[in-house]
Protein backbone atom coordinates (compact mmCIF):
# COMPACT_ATOMS: atom_id res chain seq x y z
CA UNK A 1 0.00 0.00 0.00
CA UNK A 2 1.00 3.44 -0.71
CA UNK A 3 2.60 5.40 1.92
CA UNK A 4 1.88 9.35 1.46
CA UNK A 5 4.36 9.76 4.42
CA UNK A 6 7.26 8.42 2.75
CA UNK A 7 7.15 11.72 0.56
CA UNK A 8 6.42 14.24 3.61
CA UNK A 9 9.23 16.59 2.69
CA UNK A 10 7.71 16.99 -0.47
CA UNK A 11 4.15 17.21 0.23
CA UNK A 12 2.36 20.50 0.15
CA UNK A 13 -0.90 22.14 1.15
CA UNK A 14 -2.43 25.34 -0.12
CA UNK A 15 -5.79 27.08 -0.62
CA UNK A 16 -7.64 28.71 -3.34
CA UNK A 17 -9.38 31.55 -1.96
CA UNK A 18 -12.21 33.70 -4.26
CA UNK A 19 -12.39 37.14 -4.68
CA UNK A 20 -15.65 37.50 -5.92
CA UNK A 21 -19.25 36.04 -5.16
CA UNK A 22 -19.75 39.03 -2.68
CA UNK A 23 -16.46 37.61 -0.50
CA UNK A 24 -15.24 40.25 1.11
CA UNK A 25 -11.44 41.50 2.34
CA UNK A 26 -12.42 41.04 5.84
CA UNK A 27 -13.40 37.39 4.68
CA UNK A 28 -10.25 36.73 2.71
CA UNK A 29 -8.24 38.12 5.52
CA UNK A 30 -10.07 35.76 8.48
CA UNK A 31 -9.33 32.75 6.52
CA UNK A 32 -5.70 33.90 5.47
CA UNK A 33 -5.00 34.22 9.20
CA UNK A 34 -6.24 30.53 9.95
CA UNK A 35 -4.67 28.95 6.89
CA UNK A 36 -1.25 30.88 8.03
CA UNK A 37 -1.72 30.02 12.14
CA UNK A 38 -2.41 26.27 11.14
CA UNK A 39 0.54 25.42 8.78
CA UNK A 40 -0.75 25.58 4.89
CA UNK A 41 2.03 26.60 2.69
CA UNK A 42 0.71 28.58 0.18
CA UNK A 43 -2.43 30.88 -0.54
CA UNK A 44 -3.85 31.77 -4.00
CA UNK A 45 -6.65 33.79 -5.32
CA UNK A 46 -7.69 34.29 -8.98
CA UNK A 47 -6.57 36.93 -11.42
CA UNK A 48 -9.65 38.21 -13.68
CA UNK A 49 -11.61 41.43 -14.52
CA UNK A 50 -14.74 38.98 -14.00
CA UNK A 51 -15.61 35.47 -14.56
CA UNK A 52 -18.48 33.63 -16.08
CA UNK A 53 -22.15 33.92 -14.68
CA UNK A 54 -21.84 30.40 -13.56
CA UNK A 55 -19.14 31.01 -11.09
CA UNK A 56 -21.43 33.72 -9.31
CA UNK A 57 -24.72 31.11 -9.42
CA UNK A 58 -22.69 28.50 -7.24
CA UNK A 59 -20.57 31.07 -4.90
CA UNK A 60 -24.21 32.80 -3.77
CA UNK A 61 -22.77 35.73 -5.61
CA UNK A 62 -25.24 37.90 -8.60
CA UNK A 63 -24.16 36.93 -12.25
CA UNK A 64 -25.64 40.72 -12.87
CA UNK A 65 -22.99 42.54 -10.55
CA UNK A 66 -20.20 40.24 -11.68
CA UNK A 67 -17.84 41.33 -8.83
CA UNK A 68 -14.03 40.51 -8.53
CA UNK A 69 -11.28 41.61 -6.29
CA UNK A 70 -8.13 42.99 -7.72
CA UNK A 71 -5.94 39.79 -7.07
CA UNK A 72 -2.56 41.50 -6.69
CA UNK A 73 -4.02 44.64 -4.26
CA UNK A 74 -5.60 41.65 -2.46
CA UNK A 75 -2.28 39.60 -2.08
CA UNK A 76 -0.61 43.20 -0.97
CA UNK A 77 -3.09 43.68 1.67
CA UNK A 78 -2.85 39.92 2.80
CA UNK A 79 0.98 40.24 2.95
CA UNK A 80 1.03 42.60 5.19
CA UNK A 81 -0.83 40.69 7.82
CA UNK A 82 0.36 36.85 7.34
CA UNK A 83 3.63 35.96 8.44
CA UNK A 84 4.34 32.31 6.75
CA UNK A 85 2.06 31.51 4.01
CA UNK A 86 2.88 31.79 0.34
CA UNK A 87 0.96 33.90 -1.85
CA UNK A 88 -0.03 33.44 -5.56
CA UNK A 89 -1.87 34.41 -8.43
CA UNK A 90 -3.55 31.22 -10.10
CA UNK A 91 -3.00 32.70 -12.82
CA UNK A 92 -1.87 36.15 -13.67
CA UNK A 93 -3.09 36.45 -17.51
CA UNK A 94 0.46 38.18 -18.70
CA UNK A 95 -1.17 38.85 -22.00
CA UNK A 96 -3.70 41.22 -20.35
CA UNK A 97 -0.72 43.07 -19.00
CA UNK A 98 1.87 45.25 -19.66
CA UNK A 99 4.95 43.24 -18.82
CA UNK A 100 7.05 45.66 -17.33
CA UNK A 101 3.93 46.92 -15.46
CA UNK A 102 3.50 43.25 -14.06
CA UNK A 103 6.84 43.09 -13.06
CA UNK A 104 6.84 46.11 -10.46
CA UNK A 105 3.38 45.24 -9.31
CA UNK A 106 5.15 41.33 -8.49
CA UNK A 107 7.95 42.85 -6.78
CA UNK A 108 6.19 45.21 -4.78
CA UNK A 109 4.15 42.32 -3.49
CA UNK A 110 7.43 40.49 -3.04
CA UNK A 111 9.17 43.01 -0.95
CA UNK A 112 5.60 43.34 1.14
CA UNK A 113 5.69 39.89 2.15
CA UNK A 114 9.27 39.59 2.54
CA UNK A 115 9.78 36.78 -0.11
CA UNK A 116 6.75 35.03 -0.32
CA UNK A 117 4.81 35.76 -4.22
CA UNK A 118 4.83 32.51 -6.00
CA UNK A 119 4.03 34.15 -9.81
CA UNK A 120 1.36 32.02 -11.36
CA UNK A 121 1.03 32.79 -14.82
CA UNK A 122 -1.11 32.11 -17.94
CA UNK A 123 -2.34 32.75 -21.20
CA UNK A 124 -5.99 33.54 -20.07
CA UNK A 125 -8.66 32.18 -21.38
CA UNK A 126 -11.93 33.48 -20.78
CA UNK A 127 -12.59 35.63 -23.92
CA UNK A 128 -15.44 37.64 -23.06
CA UNK A 129 -13.99 39.44 -19.98
CA UNK A 130 -10.48 40.87 -22.31
CA UNK A 131 -12.94 41.83 -25.08
CA UNK A 132 -15.31 43.67 -22.71
CA UNK A 133 -12.81 45.46 -21.32
CA UNK A 134 -10.89 46.34 -24.48
CA UNK A 135 -7.47 43.91 -23.90
CA UNK A 136 -5.95 42.34 -26.66
CA UNK A 137 -7.19 39.01 -27.41
CA UNK A 138 -5.90 36.23 -29.56
CA UNK A 139 -6.05 32.81 -30.55
CA UNK A 140 -4.02 30.41 -28.32
CA UNK A 141 -0.96 30.38 -30.02
CA UNK A 142 -0.64 33.77 -30.24
CA UNK A 143 -1.35 33.92 -26.29
CA UNK A 144 0.81 31.62 -25.69
CA UNK A 145 3.29 33.99 -27.85
CA UNK A 146 2.55 36.84 -25.73
CA UNK A 147 2.58 35.32 -22.66
CA UNK A 148 6.56 33.57 -23.05
CA UNK A 149 7.94 37.39 -24.46
CA UNK A 150 6.27 38.97 -21.71
CA UNK A 151 7.93 36.57 -19.08
CA UNK A 152 10.90 36.68 -20.65
CA UNK A 153 11.24 40.68 -19.85
CA UNK A 154 9.58 39.92 -16.50
CA UNK A 155 12.80 37.74 -15.81
CA UNK A 156 15.42 40.02 -17.38
CA UNK A 157 13.85 43.05 -15.65
CA UNK A 158 14.37 41.05 -12.39
CA UNK A 159 17.80 39.96 -12.89
CA UNK A 160 19.82 42.66 -15.07
CA UNK A 161 20.22 46.31 -13.78
CA UNK A 162 19.22 47.50 -17.48
CA UNK A 163 17.12 45.65 -20.03
CA UNK A 164 17.12 45.92 -23.47
CA UNK A 165 14.25 43.80 -25.57
CA UNK A 166 12.75 43.29 -28.58
CA UNK A 167 10.50 40.76 -29.66
CA UNK A 168 7.87 40.24 -31.86
CA UNK A 169 4.90 42.13 -29.27
CA UNK A 170 7.00 44.29 -27.21
CA UNK A 171 10.04 46.19 -26.75
CA UNK A 172 12.10 47.74 -24.05
CA UNK A 173 15.33 49.79 -24.24
CA UNK A 174 17.78 49.85 -21.68
CA UNK A 175 15.07 49.74 -18.80
CA UNK A 176 16.02 50.22 -15.05
CA UNK A 177 14.37 48.27 -12.87
CA UNK A 178 15.35 48.75 -8.98
CA UNK A 179 14.38 47.48 -6.58
CA UNK A 180 14.34 43.79 -7.12
CA UNK A 181 12.30 41.24 -5.85
CA UNK A 182 13.52 39.77 -2.42
CA UNK A 183 13.79 36.15 -3.74
CA UNK A 184 16.39 35.16 -5.65
CA UNK A 185 17.17 35.01 -8.79
CA UNK A 186 13.68 35.92 -8.92
CA UNK A 187 9.82 34.66 -7.38
CA UNK A 188 9.10 31.23 -8.72
CA UNK A 189 7.06 30.84 -11.78
CA UNK A 190 4.00 28.66 -12.02
CA UNK A 191 1.97 27.97 -14.76
CA UNK A 192 -1.52 27.64 -15.33
CA UNK A 193 -2.89 25.05 -18.23
CA UNK A 194 -2.51 21.79 -19.49
CA UNK A 195 -1.50 22.15 -23.05
CA UNK A 196 1.95 21.07 -24.56
CA UNK A 197 3.07 24.58 -24.77
CA UNK A 198 2.40 25.43 -21.37
CA UNK A 199 3.92 22.04 -20.17
CA UNK A 200 7.04 22.88 -22.18
CA UNK A 201 7.20 26.63 -20.76
CA UNK A 202 6.82 25.06 -17.24
CA UNK A 203 9.61 22.83 -17.99
CA UNK A 204 11.77 25.55 -19.46
CA UNK A 205 10.99 28.13 -17.34
CA UNK A 206 9.14 27.35 -13.98
CA UNK A 207 8.72 25.29 -10.77
CA UNK A 208 5.63 24.14 -11.17
CA UNK A 209 2.45 23.25 -12.62
CA UNK A 210 -1.14 24.28 -11.61
CA UNK A 211 -3.47 22.07 -13.76
CA UNK A 212 -6.98 22.84 -14.20
CA UNK A 213 -9.22 22.44 -11.34
CA UNK A 214 -11.04 19.27 -9.98
CA UNK A 215 -9.27 16.79 -13.05
CA UNK A 216 -9.46 13.47 -12.67
CA UNK A 217 -6.99 11.19 -11.48
CA UNK A 218 -6.32 9.54 -14.79
CA UNK A 219 -5.92 13.04 -16.48
CA UNK A 220 -3.55 14.29 -13.57
CA UNK A 221 -1.32 11.14 -14.37
CA UNK A 222 -1.83 11.80 -18.24
CA UNK A 223 -0.43 15.31 -17.75
CA UNK A 224 2.08 14.23 -15.24
CA UNK A 225 3.70 11.75 -16.89
CA UNK A 226 3.70 14.03 -20.27
CA UNK A 227 5.40 16.75 -18.25
CA UNK A 228 8.13 14.46 -17.02
CA UNK A 229 8.98 13.06 -20.67
CA UNK A 230 9.55 16.80 -21.83
CA UNK A 231 11.69 17.23 -18.99
CA UNK A 232 13.68 14.15 -19.85
CA UNK A 233 13.74 15.48 -23.41
CA UNK A 234 14.88 18.60 -22.03
CA UNK A 235 18.02 17.64 -19.50
CA UNK A 236 15.83 15.85 -16.95
CA UNK A 237 14.97 19.28 -14.77
CA UNK A 238 11.95 18.50 -12.47
CA UNK A 239 8.96 20.41 -11.62
CA UNK A 240 5.97 20.46 -9.10
CA UNK A 241 2.61 19.74 -10.55
CA UNK A 242 -0.28 20.64 -7.52
CA UNK A 243 -3.32 18.96 -8.05
CA UNK A 244 -6.56 20.85 -7.16
CA UNK A 245 -9.73 19.88 -4.94
CA UNK A 246 -12.65 21.50 -4.04
CA UNK A 247 -13.58 21.11 -0.33
CA UNK A 248 -15.69 18.40 1.17
CA UNK A 249 -18.60 19.25 3.35
CA UNK A 250 -18.63 17.20 6.21
CA UNK A 251 -14.67 16.03 6.16
CA UNK A 252 -15.14 14.62 9.98
CA UNK A 253 -17.82 11.53 8.05
CA UNK A 254 -15.51 11.55 4.70
CA UNK A 255 -12.28 11.65 5.84
CA UNK A 256 -11.44 7.82 4.85
CA UNK A 257 -12.49 8.61 0.98
CA UNK A 258 -10.63 12.18 1.23
CA UNK A 259 -7.64 10.70 2.13
CA UNK A 260 -8.18 7.65 -0.44
CA UNK A 261 -8.14 10.76 -2.97
CA UNK A 262 -5.52 12.74 -2.28
CA UNK A 263 -3.27 9.55 -2.33
CA UNK A 264 -4.24 8.61 -5.57
CA UNK A 265 -3.41 11.87 -6.73
CA UNK A 266 0.21 11.70 -4.80
CA UNK A 267 0.51 8.43 -6.67
CA UNK A 268 -0.53 9.80 -9.84
CA UNK A 269 2.48 12.41 -9.38
CA UNK A 270 1.03 15.65 -7.76
CA UNK A 271 3.28 16.65 -4.96
CA UNK A 272 0.63 19.77 -3.32
CA UNK A 273 -2.51 19.43 -2.97
CA UNK A 274 -4.03 22.53 -3.42
CA UNK A 275 -7.68 23.24 -1.20
CA UNK A 276 -10.18 25.30 -3.71
CA UNK A 277 -12.96 27.13 -2.29
CA UNK A 278 -13.07 29.67 -5.02
CA UNK A 279 -16.43 28.16 -6.20
CA UNK A 280 -18.24 26.67 -3.01
CA UNK A 281 -19.29 30.09 -1.52
CA UNK A 282 -18.27 28.58 1.70
CA UNK A 283 -18.93 31.54 4.13
CA UNK A 284 -15.37 32.71 6.22
CA UNK A 285 -16.37 31.18 9.51
CA UNK A 286 -17.32 28.00 8.28
CA UNK A 287 -14.53 28.36 5.82
CA UNK A 288 -11.82 28.73 8.86
CA UNK A 289 -13.50 25.95 10.53
CA UNK A 290 -12.80 23.59 7.60
CA UNK A 291 -9.29 24.41 7.59
CA UNK A 292 -9.07 23.55 11.20
CA UNK A 293 -10.59 20.30 10.70
CA UNK A 294 -8.53 19.57 7.97
CA UNK A 295 -5.49 20.32 9.43
CA UNK A 296 -6.53 18.49 12.67
CA UNK A 297 -7.31 15.38 10.60
CA UNK A 298 -5.46 15.21 7.47
CA UNK A 299 -2.25 16.59 8.45
CA UNK A 300 -1.38 14.43 11.10
CA UNK A 301 -1.74 11.07 8.42
CA UNK A 302 -0.42 12.64 5.58
CA UNK A 303 2.75 15.01 6.65
CA UNK A 304 3.99 12.91 9.48
Same mark, same amino acid.
Given at each position: ???????????????????????????????????????????????????????????????????????????????????????????????????????????????????? @?? =? %???????? &??? $?? *? #? +?????????????????????????????????????????????????????? @?? =? %???????? &??? $?? *? #? +??????????????????????????????????????????????????????????????????????????????????????????????????
Amino acid at each position: MFKVGEYALSLRFGIHLPTHGGYRYRDLLKVSLAADRLGFCSLWVGDHFYLPEEYYARSGGDPAKPDKLDAWTVLAALASQTDKIRLGTRVSPIPFYTPTRLAKVVTTVDIISGGR @VD =F %GVGAGWFK &EEA $VS *Y #G +VWWGNHKERISRMLEGLEIILKLWTEDRTTYKGKHYEVYNAPFWPKPVQKPHPP @VW =F %GGASDQIL &EAT $VK *Y #G +VGLLPPPDISVDEFKELADKIARIAENSGGKKVSLMASLSYPEGLGEKSSKWLSTIEEYIEAGANGILIDFSRAGTPSDEASSMLKEFSSQVFPRLLR
